[in-house]
């Protein structure tokens, strides 16, 4: 199995989901085994949901996207630039995904 | 997807996109329209004048260490000759306030900005830690939420500046208002204008403003990582689930559908000012018998709240049943510990206007 592997950051209170740890290497699969496509920044968060978070998922996911609140940065670059779920990763990548709803 | 350029500067390459305008652009453009456009509130609303000493009341949060730095930027590219300051209010929570304050002394250096830290320990005898010990997790907010006010007044007073600013936003004041919608269902409609006003001020007392009411939590939070400045976020310990109230779950929802929903919403807040700032007038002022802060009673709610906690009758000051339990029981001993009285900087009389907040 070709894999990739990401650099994974998360900020603004959302670290205390993920084990209080900031930052992660996530090794996934380069392609989505259920749909033999290129892995995709919501396969990431899927993987994430589904092996790094600790707690409280409705906190993290909600309607197979990042909880409304949460902001995701490709490679320093607002996600909302990139196509969202629909960026397809390369192996390297930085993805940080900060919480924008703890106290100021 | 081929990398886009800045709308602004057709130059380097975009990294964000505006939640309220959806322009996409470069990270020094965005810089600039976020600085500038709260140097446009600022100016607009006439918030300050040259020589003025100005508390910006900082948390070590997001939104506070970024108007600190905004405020510091400004105040130097335009020569608002302001006097700045950082005041900090130590509630006395443990592995929460004490950690986030670390964060406001490195501002303080970063910033070279004088700090104030005044406590509730020092203020009110009691820190949150042990008010929490006597009144359990119930109505701990209500004690925090009133001592606090006093002591950003408190401490403003104390550092002799003329005007605090705080570090709320569009989406905190938005909340507010749909918050507030409630009380419009409810007929109440007179405490909905007060949570827009940008600035809130009495004749002689001191005035409080928000230099972000127009700036989203988006753009805040994207200034402070491309920036990488220094904040704390964490839940408070003793009110975990603070911010996943369902009116900010539902902004953003609304933001998510239509990002112009949340200044349409500050803007419906705003349709009411008129009709408030009338009644504001018309309410006749006191200031608190045994404390000397504003108050629209005889003791002031921190004297009341305190009074209850010295008694041993935590809640007689929440609510009106509990204050009349409290009276039966006698006057206030003469010994009670209180307050130190209040006096604002220049010595006029404090004519002030509570506000809902
Ligand atoms: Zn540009
Ligand atoms: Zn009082």
């Known amino acids: ?28 699969p380069s392609t989505d085994p259920a749909t033999s496509k290129p892995t995709n920044l919501q396969n990431l968060i899927f993987h994430l949901r589904d092996n790094l978070l600790k707690e409280r998922v409705g906190l993290f996911v909600e ?42 | 997807m081929a990398p886009r350029t800045c709308a602004l500067c057709e130059n380097a390459k975009a990294m964000l996109k505006r939640p309220k305008t959806g322009q996409q652009i470069c990270r020094e453009c965005f810089f600039y329209v976020f600085e500038t456009e709260v140097h446009n509130t600022i100016t607009q609303s006439k918030l300050f004048q040259p020589g003025d000493r100005v508390a910006i009341g900082a948390s070590g949060g997001k939104d506070s260490t970024v108007l600190a730095r905004v405020m510091k930027t400004l105040n130097e590219r335009y020569d608002y000759g302001l ?7 130590d509630e006395g929570i443990t592995g929460y306030r004490d950690d986030s304050l670390e964060t406001v002394k490195r501002n303080q250096q970063q910033y070279d900005m004088p700090l104030k830290i005044l406590s509730y320990d020092e203020l009110y005898g009691w820190t949150m830690d042990a008010i929490v010990s006597q009144v359990g997790r119930k109505n701990n907010c209500t004690f925090c939420g009133v ?8 401490g403003a007073a104390m550092l002799h500046v003329d005007h605090i600013v705080t570090g709320h936003n569009a989406d905190d004041i938005a909340e507010t208002v749909l918050m507030n919608i409630k009380l419009v269902m409810r007929g109440d409609i007179a405490r909905l204008g007060r949570c827009t006003a940008i600035c809130t001020q009495g004749e002689d007392t001191i005035r409080r403003s928000k230099p972000f009411k127009y700036a989203y939590e988006k753009e805040i939070v994207m200034y402070a990582y491309f920036k990488k400045l220094d904040y704390f976020s964490t839940e408070c310990i003793y009110s975990p689930d603070a911010y996943r109230g369902h009116a900010r779950v539902f902004l953003k ?3 998510a559908a239509r990002p112009s929903a949340i200044i349409d919403i500050i803007h419906s807040g ?61 006057p206030a001993p003469d010994n009670l510990r209180t307050i130190p009285f209040f006096k604002i900087p220049s010595g006029n009389p404090i004519i002030a206007i509570e506000t809902a907040s």
Not at chain 2, 273 to 284: D, G, P, S
């Open chain 2, 270 to 330: 705003e349709a009411f000012e008129v009709r408030e700032e009338v009644k504001a007038m018309q309410r006749v002022q006191q200031t608190c018998k045994r404390c000397g802060y504003m108050s629209s009673n005889d003791l002031c709610k921190a004297c009341t709240l305190l009074e209850g906690l010295e008694r041993g009758m935590a809640n007689a000051g929440i609510t009106d049943r509990g204050r009349k339990q409290l009276d039966l029981q006698g």
């Open chain 2, 83 to 89: 006097e700045l300051f950082l005041l900090s209010i």
């Open chain 1, 63 to 104: 309607n197979d996207t990042v909880r409304p609140g949460i902001l995701v940065l490709v490679n320093d670059t607002d996600w909302e630039l990139e196509g969202e779920g629909d960026y397809v990763l390369k192996d390297g990548d930085e993805i940080v995904f900060i919480s924008t709803l703890h106290g100021g």
């Open chain 1, 1 to 28: 199995m070709i894999t990739i592997s990401v650099k994974v950051e998360f900020s603004g209170g959302l670290e205390l989901l993920f084990s209080n740890q900031r930052s992660h290497t996530v090794t996934i």
């Open chain 2, 253 to 255: 929802e609304l933001e």
């Open chain 2, 147 to 154: 001592f606090r006010r006093q002591a950003l007044d408190r």
